[in-house]
């Protein structure tokens, strides 16, 4: 890392730790003296640079104050016209959610796994696990998680399990997406279908249904027969009004009845009477004193099963693109902070156990605060690769909801190459994202000096 | 259950201000798993790291129908659906074949050229005395952590005048230009690491620079040009962004060319799925290979 380089090496023994006090000896027999050579030496690398980094540098900030077209100076006009215009303000507003959310809750997952993995033999295998999303592209990651948050529960895994678990605790429901025939006197209602007119104790209802599969009605349904004549309660029967070979809305003596649909009796809009359909469809409301009632099918019949999140619509997709990238840079982490942790002096840690220190209390107090260098290099590195994040949005969000994932990054190529074509502010963007980076710069050279005084 | 655990909560807190030997919430949680408790945990986090790119290796082995019928894990009650049917299909595609060998031909010569250029330069660096040395190094140092995205619109501009937008060459310069500055800085550390009495027994022995730099840098150096060299070579691989904009359909690397077909998801898994394993062979096969080479590339290099 550009950055903790040090630490680690020094831990893991990769260098002989060379890097003594600068020597400040001017006649150092070990150093070659011509300024020459050194030229040479550097020219390649000093041309591709020079040419390919910072000449784009400079031309992207003159460029970032001219027009689409590049003739016409704008002054800030390209920045004014990103802080104002909607897409824009939506990947800042998305690229601040991930510096603060992702950097962090990859460093405590971070040092969790690898303090916890400390006191295993398999430490290295796990690691390996957990590293190894970072060998694999982002593009390559976004598909595998593409398809893990796809909506389908028959493709994605994770509605998959959503669904599974929901419906162990609420079970769907029997009939879902059958209703009352169009010619019936039912209105569809918050509540469910609820019939038009009231009808009298004593009346027998015909409710036929339709918008359901006659091979899915449960097994023990039997042909559908009329309620019996002369009763004083209010009843009917349901049944589902296939129409085949009969009439619309009429019992032939062949459709099934649906048992077990709920229905209510209503007046004045309260629910005064439940019931349930038999295996023939037919049903009673026993105990209701006489009146006239309204019938209502409740909604619970013919609710659609539930098919989980739409975890890849507008308003879950960042945290998933999110989730995506803690599967990824984990194994990073544990990696760096094991690294560091190796390092740690046992006896520090042994000395605090001694003076009746619990577990809890060396982590918290000795190898946390220990750690600290290793973890905010840890945390830099993490804050700017969340800032250059763009493969995982580009893949994981579907293009309907890109504008809602944007992120800076994307923007830049979206203005600059993508639907855009306006240069002018494709380049104001790349500055400032460029201006996002600079403390992490800043903070390497400081970091750098530092190691070399 | 939340209020249950509040006072638990208040208790951790003073444990942390006044340091009693008192034991806290989370320390007795920690006490009473034993380490038996902690491997299972840990054996469950490995497993959940594992599965989606297991699902994406079951998929790419189920045919178009089965995909679109069921989730992966049916396999397990129905295994007979396991086929290469989607590999077959790839093999076949000729986009696709050729976008493979693209890759190739982009990450191979990037990787050389950095490991050369880069080696030569941190050599400079390292153990010729010239003026300006430590500002040249704190340049380096300062663009490790430089945004491709500076460069995208004026280089695409360079590349159009001299004829080399669209083409593996000009790819293959980009990555080299931002490969570099964490190339020199890796192998800089390195060779300033190497114990000054070799260097300067080579010199009293009447070495001149090129002799020292590839007899005694070069072979002492081997470890960390590994390391580059695998991280380099996985980093350019894996691009999508930088082929996306200098490659045309000819020269484009294979991320570029499936990434078309990611409009239509739901249907497209079976080639999809298939297409990112083939993508992902490479740079897994150099993982398992060289995995402790990658892990100190990453460790040392990760800023990028």
Do not use: C
Request: proline share 6%; net charge neutral; glycine share 8%.
């Amino acid at each position: 890392m550009t950055v903790s380089d040090s630490a680690v090496a020094d831990a893991k023994g990769v260098r002989d730790g060379g890097r003594a006090p600068k020597q400040v000896v001017v006649d150092d027999p070990s150093m070659g003296r011509s300024p020459k050579l050194a030229a040479v030496f550097l020219l390649p690398a000093a041309l591709v640079l020079a040419a390919l980094v910072l000449y784009p540098l400079v031309y992207s900030v003159i460029r970032s104050f001219f027009d689409r077209s590049g003739d016409e100076f704008v002054g800030l006009g390209n920045y004014v016209n990103t802080f104002t215009d909607d897409r824009t303000l939506t990947a800042f507003k998305n690229n601040v959610i991930w510096v603060v959310v992702a950097p962090a809750a990859v460093t405590g997952l971070g040092l969790i796994l690898a303090v916890l993995t400390e006191r295993i033999k398999w430490a290295t295998a796990f690691r390996l696990v957990l590293f190894m999303p970072m060998a694999i592209s982002l593009f390559a990651s976004g598909i595998i998680f593409r398809l893990v948050y796809e909506e389908d529960p028959n493709q994605g895994v994770v509605n998959a399990a959503v669904v599974g678990v929901h419906d162990l605790f609420s079970p769907s429901s029997a009939y879902p997406g059958a209703r009352p025939r169009d010619g019936a006197p039912f209105v569809a209602t918050p509540e469910g279908y609820t019939s038009r007119e009231s009808f009298e104790s004593g009346t027998a209802v015909a409710v036929p249904l339709v918008g359901f599969p006659p091979a899915q009605v449960p097994p023990q349904a039997t042909s559908a027969t009329a309620p019996a004549a002369g009763m004083t309660e209010l009843r009917g029967v349901v049944w589902l009004d296939v129409s085949v070979g009969g009439r619309a809305s009429q019992l032939d003596g062949t459709e099934k009845g649906m048992p077990r649909i709920a229905l209510e009796a209503v007046k004045d809009g309260q629910v005064v009477g439940r019931t349930t359909s038999g295996d023939d469809g037919r049903f009673t409301f026993p105990g209701l004193p006489p009146g006239s009632y309204q019938l209502r099918l409740p909604a619970v019949n013919f609710e659609l099963p539930f098919r989980g999140l739409t975890w890849l619509g507008p308003s879950l997709i960042t945290p998933v693109i999110i989730s995506s990238w803690i599967w990824i840079m984990t194994g990073f982490a544990i990696t760096f902070i094991a690294a560091g942790l190796s390092a740690i002096p046992r006896d520090a840690l042994e000395a605090a156990r001694v003076d009746g220190a619990t577990e809890m209390q060396v982590f918290r107090r000795v190898t946390v605060p220990l750690l600290a260098p290793v973890l905010l290099v840890v945390f830099v590195t993490l804050v700017i690769n969340v800032l250059k994040i763009f493969e995982l949005v580009f893949v994981i969000a579907p293009g309907s909801v890109q504008e809602e994932a944007n992120v800076l990054a994307l923007q830049m190529w979206q203005v600059s190459f993508g639907t855009g074509g306006d240069q002018g502010v494709g380049s104001a963007l790349a500055v400032m994202l460029f201006l996002l980076v600079a403390p992490a710069m800043i903070f390497n050279i400081r970091r750098f000096r530092r190691e070399q005084s | 259950m939340t209020t249950a655990t509040a006072p638990e909560k208040v208790r951790l807190v003073e444990v942390t201000v006044s340091g009693a030997p008192r034991r806290g919430f989370v320390s007795r949680v920690v006490g009473k798993l034993g380490d038996g408790t902690i491997q299972v945990i840990l054996a469950l986090v490995a497993l959940f790291w594992l599965m989606p790119v297991f699902g994406l290796l079951v998929s790419s082995l189920r045919d178009e129908t089965d995909n679109n019928a069921g989730g992966w894990w049916t396999i397990f009650t129905r295994p007979a659906q396991l086929t290469l049917e989607n590999y077959q299909g790839l093999l076949g595609n000729e986009t696709v074949l050729k976008s493979f060998l693209n890759t190739i031909y982009i990450t191979v010569p990037s990787t050389v050229l950095v490991v050369v250029i880069s080696a030569l330069a941190a050599y400079a660096l390292s153990w010729i005395e010239f003026p300006g040395r430590a500002w040249v190094t704190t340049i380096v140092v300062g663009l490790l952590v430089m945004p491709v995205q500076v460069a995208l619109i004026p280089v695409a501009k360079l590349f159009g005048a001299v004829g080399l937008f669209g083409t593996i060459t000009g790819v293959v310069l980009f990555h080299v230009a931002f490969g570099l500055p964490f190339a020199i800085f890796l192998l800089r550390n390195f060779f300033t690491g190497i114990p000054r009495d070799l260097i300067e027994a080579a010199r009293m022995d009447g070495a001149k620079e090129w002799l020292i730099f590839a007899k005694v840098v070069l072979p002492i150096g081997k470890p960390a040009i590994a390391s580059l060299a695998i991280f380099e070579f996985l980093w350019v691989w894996n691009d999508l962004l930088v082929a996306l904009v200098f490659a045309d359909q000819d020269s484009a690397p294979i991320t570029v060319a499936l990434r078309g077909q990611l409009r239509q998801f739901g249907t497209n898994i079976d080639l999809l799925s298939s297409g990112a394993f083939l993508s992902m062979i490479v740079p897994l096969a150099v993982f398992m290979a060289f995995q402790r080479y990658f892990v100190q590339g990453v460790l040392a290099g990760s800023t990028k």
